[in-house]
Nanobody, 127 residues
């Protein structure tokens, strides 16, 4: 079983930055992929970024490319999401997740490929 705990959410003005952290606990953390997803108010959950832990390959949604960076510290069982140039449309609850995900961008940002989820953190960007 895996437990994921996110931190780092908050409120910022447009153009600001935040860094989210996701730390894994339990043997179930040893899945091959970690992903960040978000759910804006009144909308469906969407994939934001993902990393394949052993090879370090990353994937990003088009809406965040060039602004968000996913990284990992495997020794600490922690994945980070560095978010810069934040926009009001980035406002959402952000979730991290882990799973045994087939390699490829199609799968990396698909929420149904992930088995374990954190509780989510709120990110609010004001204009």
């Amino acid at each position: 079983q895996a437990q994921l705990v996110e931190s780092g959410g908050g409120s910022v003005q447009s153009g600001g930055s935040l860094r989210l952290s996701c730390t894994g606990f339990g043997s179930g953390y040893n899945r091959n992929a970690m992903g960040w997803f978000r759910q804006p108010p009144g909308k469906e959950r969407e994939g934001v970024a993902a990393i394949y832990r052993s090879i370090g390959r990353t994937y990003y949604a088009d809406s965040v490319k060039g602004r968000f960076t996913i990284s990992q510290d495997n020794a600490e069982k922690t994945v980070y999401l560095e978010m810069t140039s934040l926009k009001p449309e980035d406002t959402a609850v952000y979730y991290c997740a882990t799973g045994q995900v087939p390699l490829g961008g199609v799968w990396a940002l698909t929420s149904s490929e992930y088995n374990y989820w954190g509780q989510g953190v709120q990110v609010t960007v004001s204009s």
